[in-house]
C-alpha cells in the first residue's frame, strides 16, 4: 500500500501543483483511530520556491464505528489556520480518491504524541495536568472563534435548535443502527428530549475533544486532532465529553479545575445543569458509535475484528448516563 500511496501521491500533486513533486517515506502512523488511517509523506515541491513538507496523510477508512466525510475536517483546520486554536495547517484535500483510490487529505506534521499512557503514571501526572490546562484553555479559544467562516462547511444552527439537533441526528443514529431494541437507550433518549438546554452561544464544537484526539510533547499541547465529528452548536458538548472515564486526565487535574481554565479564558461561566445533559448526551452518543461499529462488523462492510463487540461497551455507556439522570432528578 505505501508504494500505491507514494506513486499515487507524487503523480496527484504534480499535477495539481504545475511542479515536480517527490514524495518518500511513505509509512503507516500507529493509531488505534477509525474514521482516518495515517500515514506519514515526506513531500519534497520543486520549482521556483523548493520546499520539503513532513506530512500526515488522513485517509478515509472502510466502514466502522462512524458515518462521516473529509469535507468538514479538513475546510475547518483550514478556517483555522492563523487563529490561536493548536492545529495543524491544512494542505490538500482528495475527496474523490483520484490519487491512489481512497479518498485523503492531509496536513503538516505537528511535533508530539497522542499516547494517553501518562495519564494512568503517577510520575507524569504534574505534566499531564499542565496539559489538561492548556487543552481546556485550547477549547475555550476554539469556542471563542468567530463561526462565520465555518458556516460554508458546517451546518448552521441557532442556540435554541443546537442541543435539538444533535439529539436528532444520534437518536437517527440509534434507530437505524441499533440491533436489538436496548429500552435503556430508549428511556435516556426520551429524557434528554424533555430537557433541552439553550447553547450559551454558538460555537465550532470539536465532537470529539479528550486525550487521545491532541498531540503533548513534554509539558505542552501542540495540536488538537480527530475532528471528524466537527459541527456548530454547543460549546458544552465538548466539555461533557472531555472528563469521560474512558479518557479522562481526572487523576492529574479534576474536572473543576479544567472548568477553571477553561472558564477564564472564556470569559463565561459554565453552566452545570447544561453540562449534566451534555454528560448524559454524551453517554448516549458514545453507545450509538458502538452499536454502528457493531452493525458494519456484522454486516461485513469492515473486517476490523475490533468492531466484532463493541456493543458490549453499551451497557456500561447506559449505566453512566442513568447514573448521571438519577443525580439529576
Known amino acids: ?17 504545475g511542479v515536480p513533486v517527490v514524495v518518500t517515506g511513505v509509512a503507516p502512523i500507529s493509531s488505534v483511530g477509525n474514521a482516518r488511517d495515517p500515514w506519514a509523506a515526506t513531500i519534497d515541491i520543486g520549482g ?34 492563523g487563529s490561536d486554536v493548536p492545529a495543524p495547517r491544512a494542505l490538500w484535500l482528495d475527496e474523490e480518491g483520484a490519487a491512489f483510490g481512497r479518498p485523503f487529505f492531509a496536513t503538516e506534521r505537528v511535533a508530539g ?6 495519564l494512568r503514571r503517577p510520575e507524569d501526572a ?10 481546556a484553555r485550547a477549547a475555550a479559544r476554539l469556542h471563542c472563534v468567530d463561526v462565520g467562516p465555518f458556516e460554508a462547511h ?76 466537527v459541527h456548530l452548536g454547543d460549546p458544552t458538548e465538548d466539555l461533557g465529553w472531555v472528563y469521560r472515564d474512558l479518557w479522562s486526565p481526572a487523576q492529574a487535574l479534576p474536572f473543576e479545575a479544567f472548568l477553571d ?10 453552566d452545570r445543569v447544561a453540562l449534566r445533559w451534555w454528560q448524559v448526551f454524551n453517554e448516549v452518543k458514545h453507545s450509538v458509535i458502538s452499536l454502528t461499529a457493531t452493525r458494519s462488523f456484522a454486516e461485513r462492510t469492515t473486517q476490523a475484528l475490533r468492531h466484532a463487540n463493541r456493543s458490549a461497551t453499551v451497557p456500561g455507556f447506559v449505566r453512566r448516563a442513568l447514573e448521571l439522570v438519577e443525580d439529576a432528578c
Request: glycine share 6%; no cysteine.
Open 1 to 17: 500500500m505505501s508504494e500505491v500511496i507514494r506513486t499515487g501521491l507524487e503523480t496527484y500533486l504534480s499535477v495539481r501543483l
Open 48 to 81: 521556483a520556491r523548493p520546499e520539503r513538507i513532513e506530512a500526515v496523510l488522513l485517509v478515509k477508512a472502510e466502514a466502522g464505528q462512524l458515518e462521516t466525510t473529509l469535507g468538514p475536517e479538513f475546510h475547518t483546520l483550514a478556517a483555522l489556520d
Open 113 to 118: 504524541s497522542a499516547d494517553t499512557a501518562p
Open 126 to 135: 504534574e505534566r499531564m495536568a499542565a496539559v489538561a490546562v492548556q487543552l
Open 154 to 229: 458546517l451546518a448552521p444552527t441557532a442556540p435554541a435548535s443546537a442541543a435539538d439537533a444533535q439529539l436528532a441526528h444520534w437518536a437517527e443514529l440509534f434507530e437505524r443502527q441499533r440491533l436489538e431494541p436496548h429500552p435503556a437507550l430508549t428511556y435516556v433518549i426520551a429524557w434528554l428530549e424533555g430537557r433541552r438546554p439553550v447553547a450559551p452561544r454558538v460555537s465550532v464544537v470539536h465532537g470529539d475533544l479528550r486525550f487521545g484526539n491532541l498531540l503533548h510533547h513534554g509539558d505542552r499541547l501542540t495540536a488538537l486532532l480527530d475532528g471528524e465529528m
Open 261 to 270: 481554565a477553561y472558564e477564564e479564558v472564556a470569559e463565561r461561566a459554565v
